[in-house]
C-alpha cells in the first residue's frame, strides 16, 4: 500500500507538526506534500527521512516572511499536487491540506486541527493587516475562499478532530461528523516535583491571542510570584505593564521547561485553544491549572481535581479564579494530576491512529 501524507506547509515543528510526526511513525509515508518546508527545522524528525514535495509558493522569493498573506492562493497551490500514484492519502490540516484533489479508489484520511480559522470565525483578524482597497480586495478573496474550504471538505473520506472542540466547529462549518482523537503529548518527559516553590508559571508564545496581557495583569494585581517562559512580539508589550513579581525567563530548552514546570504552585492559561498542548505538560508535572475554562482545555483538565476554571477573559475574572485556588490548594493530589495527562501519550494516539486507518481502509 502506497500512502502520501499531505500537511499545510512545514516551517517549524509546532503541534500540528509533532502529530504529523508521530503519524509517520506508525505509518510510513512514501512522500510529504506540502506548500513550504524549511528542512533546517526538520534535521532529527521522522520528516527527515521522508522525501518532501513543495508547492509552487515555494519558489517565491523571501515567502517566509510572509506567506500568510498568499492565503488566497493557497487552494490552487494544494490542487496543484497529483497525487493519483497512492492508495491512501492522509492529510494534516489547519488551512489547506485537506484540499488535495484524490482519485477514484483513494481513500483520504484528514486530520483536521481546525476548520481554517481565517475563512471563517478569524475572519476579521486576517482583514486587519490590510487597509483600503487591498482590505476590500482581501475581503473578496476570502469570500472565495471560503466556499472552497466548505466544498473541498467533500473530499475527506474519513475526517479526524484533535478534540470536541473542533469537532463542533466540523460540523458548525461543514456539516460534517468528525471523529475525536486527542493529539500526541510527551508526557513522559515529565515528572512529579518533591519540591514545590513559591511560584505560577505560564509557558507560552508571547502573542497577542494567548491573552498572556490577562495573566500579567492579574498577578501584578496580586501581587504573587509570576514567572513567564517563551518569547515573541508580545515581550514588550508586557513587560511594560508587569509587576516587579513578574519575571520572563525567555524561550528554554525542554529540560529547562520540565524543571520550571515541575516545581510551580500552578500553570495558568488564559487562551481559546482548540486543544491545548502545554495545559496537558503541566498536568504530566502534577502541576494543577488555572484556566480559561473553554475550549479544549475543558477537555484535559477537571476542575476541581486538576484545576481551576474562569469563564470571562477578564483581570477580574483571573484573579477570582487565582483566589479560589489558593483556598483549595492543599486539596489537590499531584500524582493523581499526572495520571490524568498519561491518556494524552504518544502511545495512545498511535494505537488510535492505527485502528482509525484499518478502519478507513476497510479491515476489522
Known sequence: ?????????????????????????????????????????????????????????????????????????????VESFNLRDYDLIISSSHAVAKGIIPHPGQVHISYVHTPMRYAWDLTYDYLADFNGVMRFLAGFMLSYVRVWDYASSGRVDVM??????????????????????????????????????????VVSRLVPYKRIDLIVEAFSRLGLRLLVVGDGPDMGRLKRMAGRNVEFLGRLDDDGVAEILSKARAFVFAAYEDFGISPVEALASGVPVIAY??????????EGRSGVFFYEQTVDALVEAVRKFLQMEDGFNREDIRKSALRFSPERFRREFRELVRSALGGD
Not at 473553554?294 to 477537571?302: K, N, T
Open 160 to 201: 479526524v478532530a484533535n478534540s470536541k472542540t473542533v469537532a463542533a466547529r466540523i460540523r458548525k462549518y461543514y456539516n460534517r461528523e468528525a471523529k475525536v482523537i486527542y493529539p500526541p503529548v510527551d508526557v513522559h518527559r515529565f515528572r512529579v516535583s518533591e519540591n514545590v516553590e513559591d511560584y505560577f508559571v
Open 1 to 77: 500500500m502506497k500512502v502520501a501524507y499531505v500537511h499545510d506547509w512545514l516551517l517549524t515543528r509546532a503541534g500540528a507538526e509533532r502529530v504529523l510526526e508521530e503519524m509517520l511513525r506508525e505509518i510510513p509515508g512514501e512522500r510529504i506534500y506540502t506548500l513550504l518546508y524549511d528542512e533546517s527545522e526538520f534535521r532529527n524528525s521522522p520528516v527527515a527521512k521522508v522525501p518532501v514535495e513543495t508547492s509552487f509558493l515555494s519558489k517565491f522569493p523571501f515567502v517566509k516572511r510572509y506567506y500568510r498573506k498568499l492565503l488566497p492562493l493557497m487552494p490552487m497551490a
Open 293 to 302: 475554562g473553554r475550549g479544549g482545555v475543558s477537555e484535559s483538565v477537571e
